[in-house]
């Protein structure tokens, strides 16, 4: 029972997890809409994340680890490059019209209760993919629509690892990017002393998304083997919280100069 019980959250984090890296992008895609501007996005940010999703994938792949991990590795390569595109899309959108555009000053209440109702949005999403990762289980789990293929692939993967060098080595280099590709966004941010543009949800959902992938991965086995080789992606994901809390504090300090 306590084994099963195991599986069942490590699926469940997995789910929560896919569901938030599905939408992690979709908040800053509407702000850089809805802006029609895409200069609060370090774009070295975006390119080591990329790098660092690039070389996850091939690390994943190589070292046959979890399906979840692979899922999300394939889908974090296709939402870098997605907001990548957008990013370039507004930047040589700069036309006459745009640069003598006269921007309008925001009223500190209404910036007040955007930002109000921005925190609320922001956390039914969190509720809303929490849900969808218990939803999709259920669903997977279920006699009617659980396949044999699938059943097969949760019983023997992972515990049976062993250590592989190539899969390790992509796996540390993805770990070390992650670890460094907020940076340049939070020296952006400290040089602008401002948080504006930059999207509060994307943060969120990614925090909550590395919460739980590493969830998935923890909850799954704690054999020393099996923890030893998917080191790199439980640091790759649990070391980026760190400074992923470091923006949320930038958003916090910087948040009454945002609104004047």
Same mark, same amino acid.
């Given at each position: 029972?306590?084994?099963?019980?195991?599986?069942?959250?490590?699926?469940?984090?997995?789910?929560?997890?896919?569901?938030?890296?599905?939408?992690?992008?979709?908040? *800053?895609?509407?702000?850089?809409?809805?802006?029609?501007?895409?200069?609060?996005?370090? $774009?070295?940010? %975006?390119?080591?994340?990329?790098?660092?999703? %690039?070389?996850? $994938? &091939?690390?994943?792949?190589? *070292?046959?680890? %979890?399906?979840?991990?692979?899922?999300?590795?394939?889908?974090?390569?296709?939402?870098?490059?997605?907001?990548?595109?957008?990013?370039?899309?507004?930047?040589?959108?700069?036309?006459?019209?745009?640069?003598?555009? &006269?921007?309008?000053?925001?009223?500190?209440? &209404?910036?007040?209760?955007?930002?109000?109702?921005?925190?609320w949005g922001n956390l039914i999403g969190?509720?809303?993919?929490? $849900?969808?990762?218990?939803?999709?289980?259920?669903?997977?789990?279920?006699? *009617? &629509?659980?396949?044999?293929?699938?059943?097969?692939?949760?019983?023997?993967?992972?515990?049976?690892?062993?250590?592989?060098?190539?899969?390790?080595?992509?796996?540390?280099?993805?770990?070390?990017?992650?670890?460094?590709?907020?940076?340049?966004?939070?020296?952006?941010?400290?040089?602008?002393?401002?948080?504006?543009?930059?999207?509060?949800?994307?943060?969120?959902?990614?925090?909550?998304?590395?919460?739980?992938?590493?969830?998935?991965?923890?909850?799954?086995?704690?054999?020393?083997?099996?923890?030893?080789?998917? !080191?790199?992606? %439980?640091?790759?994901?649990?070391?980026? !919280?760190?400074?992923?809390?470091?923006?949320?504090?930038?958003?916090?300090?910087?948040?009454?100069?945002?609104?004047?």
């Amino acid at each position: 029972m306590h084994m099963f019980d195991n599986k069942a959250l490590s699926e469940v984090s997995g789910y929560i997890s896919i569901a938030c890296w599905i939408v992690v992008s979709i908040p *800053q895609l509407y702000e850089n809409y809805r802006r029609k501007s895409s200069d609060s996005v370090s $774009l070295s940010f %975006l390119y080591i994340w990329l790098a660092g999703d %690039l070389l996850n $994938l &091939t690390g994943s792949i190589l *070292q046959d680890l %979890l399906p979840t991990a692979i899922y999300l590795a394939a889908y974090y390569v296709l939402s870098d490059l997605v907001i990548i595109l957008q990013v370039y899309y507004y930047r040589r959108k700069i036309t006459f019209e745009d640069e003598e555009s &006269t921007p309008l000053l925001s009223d500190p209440q &209404t910036s007040e209760k955007s930002n109000l109702n921005q925190i609320w949005g922001n956390l039914i999403g969190l509720i809303g993919v929490c $849900l969808t990762g218990a939803i999709a289980y259920y669903f997977s789990s279920s006699p *009617q &629509t659980a396949s044999p293929s699938s059943t097969l692939i949760q019983d023997d993967i992972n515990v049976q690892q062993h250590m592989e060098l190539l899969p390790q080595i992509f796996g540390w280099s993805s770990a070390i990017l992650y670890l460094g590709s907020r940076i340049p966004q939070i020296i952006q941010n400290y040089k602008s002393k401002s948080t504006e543009g930059l999207s509060l949800g994307m943060f969120c959902f990614s925090v909550l998304g590395n919460i739980a992938f590493c969830s998935s991965l923890l909850s799954y086995s704690a054999e020393y083997e099996y923890l030893l080789v998917n !080191l790199p992606w %439980l640091i790759g994901s649990g070391g980026t !919280l760190i400074f992923d809390f470091t923006i949320f504090a930038q958003f916090y300090l910087y948040r009454k100069r945002d609104s004047c």
